[in-house]
């Protein structure tokens, strides 16, 4: 799913206009009545009082065609317009125009004494200012969002929430706090940066008809994974495949004290579909590995922590850090890996620290190679940022300038690649916030790659995997009880829901 910044949403707006053919004014009609049948649906809204809070551009335009198809229902609505003495735009007054005969109950706002007393109970519909924003509110458009907010009142927000900016960070604005968010055709940018959760509340998709052919052709700010990129991207098995088929994998991991890590990620690579699996793991672990992971072959070196790794271009792909410990060993041990360049590398957690503790060996990374890091090891290794869009444009530019893909793990992952482009996953919840979890995919990951995915293909559908292992083992088991080992145990189901629907 291609996701779009404001101003390529205006332009879906405008090709839909003049290719479907209609109106703006009849487009925003079925834009309101999408977003009112959703109310009623969802809301049981006959039963509430609802204040409408309208801007003066297409967003409260929005609004008032809304407040109009519910008052024509018989629901109990008022409307308040924030007013600037400023003409609005044409959709909307056209439908102002259209709500005067039906509506008596309807107030300008042009001071604070204008705000008007809201029940807790009753429910909030903010048209203000949607995704046409483009600077911070202030004066009485910042004291009204503050005022919106202090009711306690549920609130829905149409398209986003007034005083969060589409594309771009927030940071500072005065913003509704939103119980509900109705985005028009497709999620904004914004939904994907977590300082906005609380604003956004539950998001949802509605629909609005926009023309097809637009999608098609446009180049996306960023793109979605969903199901049908990851059935494009799935191997199915062939009749007469073995073992040697699907590659030799490698894990550099484990150490005194983690030795779990390892357990988890070698789990999570031999459930991936790897062929053969090789563990260089300290002596430490041998027993603990050989039990757990009966499957997987152990190459032993050093005591509490791994030394060496020995032939790694026999490998088909090494992953390297879970659970690896910080040692001085590790230096050497990194750059092994690194300067041997014909085997692909997926370096996670210790590697990571590794490599941000001697930042000359970022020069040495391979191009193609896969990096996982979490917010954290990402600050370690590329510096701090204070918001996450700055964070992000960082990954961008690092994934071009170093020629590696960067898989930033969170709600929602993040995958940066050399060409310059962005995708977020789709699958996955907070349950997977716990130890282990990024152990597993990392192991996923080294699994994929050794099969002969490429670099992309092995980050897009192992974070896709991962996140819906981890939905199948939540709906099961709850968000609460979930451990890493469930989405492992379920990555035979997330298997099955791609190649069902091959």
Known sequence: MKIFSADQIRKWDEYTIKHEPISSLNLMERAAGACVTWLEEQMNVS?????????????????????????????????????????????????????????????????????????????????????????????????????????????????????????????????????????????????????????????????????????????????????????????PRKNFAHKGSYGHAALVTGSYGMMGAAVLSAQSCLRSGVGKLTCFIPRCGYEIVQTAVPEAMCSVSGDQHIFTVSEPERFSAIGMGPGMGIYPEHKPLLAQLLNQRTTPLILDADALNTLSLHRELMALLPPGTIITPHPGEFERLFGKVSHEMEQWQLAKEQAQALQIYI???????????????????????????????GDVLSGIITGLRAQGYSALEACLMGTYLHGLAGNLAAADTSMESLIAGDITAYLGAAFSRIADNY
Do not use: W
Request: aromatic letters at 10%; charged letters at 15%; a negative charge.
């Open 47 to 235: 039963q509430y009082h609802l204040h409408v809070f309208c801007g003066k551009g297409n967003n409260g335009g929005d609004g008032l065609a809304m407040a109009r198809m519910m008052i024509e229902k018989h629901y109990r609505v008022t409307v308040y317009i924030l007013e600037f003495g400023n003409k609005g735009t044409s959709d909307f007054q056209s439908n102002l125009e259209r709500l005067h005969p039906i509506c008596q109950d309807y107030h300008f706002i042009q001071s604070t004494e204008n705000f008007p007393v809201i029940d807790p109970n009753d429910i909030i519909i903010d048209a203000l200012f949607g995704s046409g924003l483009n600077k911070a509110p202030e004066g009485i458009s910042a004291a009204l969002i503050d005022h919106i907010n202090q009711s306690n009142a549920a609130v829905v927000a149409i398209d986003i929430p007034s005083g969060l900016f589409a594309d771009t960070h927030s940071t500072g604005n005065n913003i509704i706090k939103a119980k509900y968010t109705l985005c028009f055709q497709q999620y904004k940018p914004a939904c994907f940066f977590a300082e906005n959760e609380d604003h956004l509340g539950f998001v949802q998709i509605i629909p609005i008809g926009l023309h097809p052919a637009f999608e098609q052709t446009e180049i996306a700010l960023l793109v979605m994974t969903d199901e049908a990129l990851i059935r494009s991207i799935y191997q």
């Open 407 to 437: 898989v930033l793990k969170g709600h929602y992952t993040n995958i940066f690649t050399p060409e310059g482009n962005r995708f977020v996953n789709s699958t996955g919840n907070p349950g997977m916030a716990t130890a282990g979890s």
